[in-house]
Structure formats: structure tokens, C-alpha cells
């Protein structure tokens, strides 16, 4: 019940965090993240495909946040896969950047793609996959805060999930 409590606390903050930009190499918030979640992998077969990522100018402390989110998630949903094969990559589309992270995980269904981000929303019984139900949220709020969007695609097997930026 903390946990949820805390998470709660932290989607509420969000609103009132002050944006603090500055260009920031993406690919170095990825391996520290990456690091972070060490301790979580353990001695899993996990395969990482990181692509260059570009640098833009975003609030480093939130984007980690976001990343952290996403590959916890990736990393959650791959558990029941012998070999977990996690992607993060980029391209350009209609003037933006878009930014995904893959996975050759559960996936869900794409009728339940409108819930995926949003408070609460979980799209897997909670016996099979721990969680709160926030984190997506959390993306969510913090890519709105930088002006730009998110979605999914839940192919079976697997998950992509994209946000979006016109930020440079």
C-alpha cells in the first residue's frame, strides 16, 4: 500500500515540477537506467538493442524517469520469455522524433490500447504481473509536460510503446 501511495504522491507532483531544460545525450540516460535495473535482470538472458539515440533538449531528471518506467515495464512483461530481447531506437516522423522501446514480451491485446496509459489501467491480472498501475501514467504526464505524445502497439508476442517530441 505505500508503494501505491508513493507513486500516487509522485504523479501528483509532476504538475507543479518546473521544467529544468537542457540538452541531454539520451543514450546516456538509457545505460544508466540500463544499470539501475541490473539488480532486477539478475542472471536472466536479457539481450539489449540500443541504437544511437539522438541528444534533445528535455528535463534529464523526468526522461530518466520515463526510460526507467518503460524498461522496468519491458523488462517485467519479458519474464516468461527464455531470451528477452529489448529494443530502444528512434526515427523521424512528420517533423517529430519518435522514440520506442520494443520487447518480445507478453504483449496485450490492441483492444485495450486506449486504457494502457491511464491511471489504474492494467491490462494483465495482477497474479501474473506486479505493478500499480501508475507507471504508464507517469510517462504519460511527463511527455505532455514536454509538449509532446506516447502510444502502443501490443502485438502478441511483445509490446511497443513510442513517445514523441518536437523538441530538438
Given at each position: 500500500?505505500?508503494?501505491?501511495?508513493?507513486?500516487?504522491?509522485?504523479?501528483?507532483?509532476?504538475?507543479?515540477?518546473?521544467?529544468?531544460?537542457?540538452?541531454?545525450?539520451?543514450?546516456?540516460?538509457?545505460?544508466?537506467?540500463?544499470?539501475?535495473?541490473?539488480p532486477e535482470i539478475g542472471s536472466r538472458a536479457v539481450t539489449w538493442k540500443i541504437e544511437k539515440l539522438p541528444s534533445m533538449q528535455c528535463d534529464p531528471i523526468l526522461?530518466?524517469?520515463?526510460?526507467?518506467?518503460?524498461?522496468?515495464?519491458?523488462?517485467?512483461?519479458?519474464?516468461?520469455?527464455?531470451?528477452?530481447?529489448?529494443?530502444?531506437?528512434?526515427?523521424?516522423?512528420?517533423?517529430?522524433?519518435?522514440?520506442?522501446?520494443?520487447?518480445?514480451?507478453?504483449?496485450?491485446?490492441?483492444?485495450?490500447?486506449?486504457?494502457?496509459?491511464?491511471?489504474?489501467?492494467?491490462?494483465?491480472?495482477?497474479?501474473?504481473?506486479?505493478?500499480?498501475?501508475?507507471?504508464?501514467?507517469?510517462?504519460?504526464?511527463?511527455?505532455?509536460?514536454?509538449?509532446?505524445?506516447?502510444?502502443?502497439?501490443?502485438?502478441?508476442?511483445?509490446?511497443?510503446?513510442?513517445?514523441?517530441?518536437?523538441?530538438?
Amino acid at each position: 500500500m505505500g508503494l501505491l501511495v508513493d507513486e500516487l504522491l509522485n504523479l501528483a507532483r509532476l504538475g507543479r515540477h518546473a521544467l529544468n531544460l537542457q540538452r541531454a545525450e539520451l543514450n546516456s540516460i538509457v545505460e544508466e537506467v540500463v544499470s539501475l535495473l541490473q539488480p532486477e535482470i539478475g542472471s536472466r538472458a536479457v539481450t539489449w538493442k540500443i541504437e544511437k539515440l539522438p541528444s534533445m533538449q528535455c528535463d534529464p531528471i523526468l526522461v530518466k524517469q520515463v526510460f526507467q518506467n518503460l524498461l522496468a515495464n519491458a523488462l517485467k512483461f519479458t519474464r516468461p520469455r527464455d531470451q528477452a530481447v529489448i529494443e530502444i531506437g528512434w526515427r523521424e516522423q512528420a517533423g517529430e522524433r519518435l522514440i520506442f522501446v520494443r520487447d518480445n514480451g507478453v504483449g496485450f491485446s490492441m483492444k485495450c490500447k486506449e486504457k494502457l496509459f491511464g491511471v489504474f489501467q492494467r491490462l494483465h491480472r495482477p497474479e501474473d504481473f506486479e505493478g500499480t498501475g501508475i507507471g504508464l501514467a507517469t510517462v504519460q504526464r511527463i511527455v505532455h509536460k514536454h509538449g509532446g505524445g506516447y502510444g502502443g502497439g501490443g502485438t502478441r508476442p511483445g509490446g511497443d510503446i513510442q513517445v514523441h517530441s518536437r523538441r530538438r
